[in-house]
């Protein structure tokens, strides 16, 4: 496999990844879309990301996700179901891209959680984290302004992974080295 497109594959499982962190289905439902339509390589054994039913599946699941953001309160609750839903779909999503071919199970996985799920968790905490801020700073009120936004960039990134994988991942790697930074500087402070 030539190395532009180990760059790419490893651009679209990261890009996808760290989608997960605002929505939890937006991206699997993309991915299901990409792959179903043979617009994205994925590995053997994940051929069941390209079926109809997981389309369908994760369109429904997308949809209520979307709802769910925006009832005050309701939002903050799935913040702590996503955050562990979060990691494990990055997770899924980078172990059925990236391209590891007929390596063993453990490093395909173990690439899986440190390149998708732990890109997805940062994003998942530091939205968590506004979404948290912004319900003490409005009692609520503010919420669903952070909802649209983190729709549309689940929706952009997702759309955009599959479009300019590289550009896509740095930017948000970019972002989660960030939060990372502030979250670490936060707890050192005792802030949080």
């Not at 990261?14 to 617009?39: D, M, Q, T």
């Not at 949809?63 to 979060?86: G, K, Q």
């Not at 506004?130 to 003490?136: A, D, H, M, Y």
């Not at 939060?179 to 949080?192: A, E, Q, S, V």
Request: proline share 4%.
């Amino acid at each position: 496999m030539p190395v532009s497109s180990i760059i790419t594959a490893v651009g679209l499982g990261i890009g996808l990844s760290a989608c997960c962190g605002f929505r939890v289905f937006i991206p699997l439902l993309v991915a299901a879309l990409g792959a179903y339509f043979h617009w994205i390589p994925v590995n053997a054994g994940m051929d069941w990301l390209g079926t109809l039913t997981a389309i369908t599946c994760f369109g429904t699941a997308a949809v209520l996700e979307i709802a769910a953001y925006y009832i005050a309160f309701i939002d903050n609750l799935l913040d702590t179901i996503a955050a562990p839903l979060a990691i494990i779909a990055g997770t899924v999503i980078a172990a059925s891209v990236l391209p590891v071919g007929e390596l063993d199970p453990m490093l395909k996985w173990g690439l899986g959680i440190l390149a998708g799920g732990a890109t997805a968790g940062t994003i998942q905490v530091g939205s968590g984290l506004l979404r948290l801020l912004s319900t003490k700073a409005t009692a609520g009120a503010g919420n669903s302004v952070i909802a649209t936004g983190e729709n549309l960039a689940a929706v952009i990134g997702a759309a955009g992974s599959l479009i300019l994988p590289v550009f896509v991942a740095l930017v948000l790697l970019t972002l989660c080295i960030y939060l990372g930074f502030r979250l670490l500087m936060k707890t050192g402070k005792g802030k949080i």
